[in-house]
């Protein structure tokens, strides 16, 4: 999975939804932990502006 940091305005959404604790916000961007992903797209669904894409 991806974040476009571009778009994303670190809303923690999709922090709150990933089972797998993949999802790593700090003050600054967003990232996932593909090591830990299971590619369930919960975060891909609930983010607000789409800024999560498959990859
Ligand atoms: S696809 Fe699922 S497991 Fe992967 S980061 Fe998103 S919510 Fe977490
Ligand atoms: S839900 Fe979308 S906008 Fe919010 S922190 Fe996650 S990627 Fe960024």
């Known amino acids: 999975m991806i974040i476009n940091r571009e778009l994303c305005d670190i809303c923690g959404t999709c922090v709150a939804v ?4 993949a999802i790593i916000v700090s003050e600054f961007f967003v990232t996932i932990n ?8 919960k975060c891909l669904k609930v983010c607000p ?5 498959e990859g």
Request: hydrophobic share 25%; aromatic share 0%; with cysteine.
């Open 34 to 41: 593909n090591d830990k992903c299971t590619e369930c797209l």
């Open 18 to 21: 990933c089972p797998s604790d």
């Open 49 to 53: 502006i789409k800024a999560i894409e």
